[in-house]
C-alpha cells in the first residue's frame, strides 16, 4: 500500500479573507453603503426616465435608461464582492435609507432641467464617496480597488454626460433669444 504525498500547501484552503489586509467586517459595511447608493440611483434614474418633461425629451430618456441599466449593473458587482468576503449583501429595500451616503431625491419637479441636476449631484457624491474608498482600499484589498476603480470611471462618465445634456437646451434657448 502506497500513498500519494501532497504538498503542504494543498491541504490548506486558502481564505479570501487573509488577503485582505484591512478590517474585512468594515470593508463590508463600506460597501453595503455602496451597494444601498446603487439601488437609490438606479431608481431615480429609472423612473426620472419614466416621468421626465421638457425639450431633449427623447435624448434625456434615452440616457437616463441607460445610467440606470449601468447602476445595477454597478450593485452587481459590489454585491458579488460582498459574498466573496464572507458577507451578507442588504437584504432589504428599508436598510437603502439608512445606509446611503448619497441620499434619494425623488423627481417631484419633472422637468428636464430639475432632474438633471438632481441626478448630476447624485453623480457627484457617488464621485466623491467612491475616491475615498478607492483611497481606504488601494493597499488594504487591491481586488476592491479594481472593481471600485471600474465603477468610479464610469460615475465620472455619468457625470459628463448629463452635463452635456444639460448644456444642450440651453444652447438651443440662448440662440432664440
Ligand atoms: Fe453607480
Ligand atoms: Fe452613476
Ligand atoms: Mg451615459
Not at 437584504?91 to 428636464?112: F, I
Request: glycine share 6%.
Amino acid at each position: 500500500m502506497g500513498f500519494i504525498l501532497m504538498p503542504e500547501w494543498l491541504n490548506k484552503v486558502i481564505d479570501i479573507r487573509e488577503i485582505v489586509k484591512m478590517d474585512v467586517d468594515e470593508l463590508i459595511t463600506l460597501l453595503n453603503k455602496e451597494l444601498s447608493d446603487e439601488w437609490l440611483a438606479y431608481y431615480q434614474y429609472w423612473i426620472g426616465a419614466k416621468v421626465v418633461k421638457g425639450p431633449m425629451k427623447d435624448a434625456v430618456i434615452a440616457e437616463l435608461t441607460l445610467h440606470a441599466t449601468e447602476e445595477l449593473g454597478h450593485a452587481e458587482l459590489i454585491s458579488t464582492r460582498i459574498i466573496q468576503l464572507g458577507g451578507t449583501p442588504v437584504l432589504s429595500p428599508e436598510e437603502w435609507l439608512k445606509l446611503t451616503n448619497c441620499g434619494y431625491d425623488a423627481p417631484v419637479d419633472q422637468y428636464v432641467e430639475e432632474i438633471l441636476n438632481q441626478n448630476i449631484k447624485g453623480e457627484q457624491c457617488a464621485i466623491k464617496v467612491y475616491s475615498e474608498l478607492l483611497e481606504i482600499t488601494r493597499v488594504g484589498d487591491p481586488v476592491t480597488y479594481n472593481i471600485i476603480l471600474q465603477i468610479l470611471s464610469q460615475e465620472v462618465e455619468h457625470e459628463e454626460d448629463l452635463t452635456a445634456l444639460k448644456e444642450d437646451p440651453e444652447l438651443m434657448l440662448e440662440r432664440r433669444r
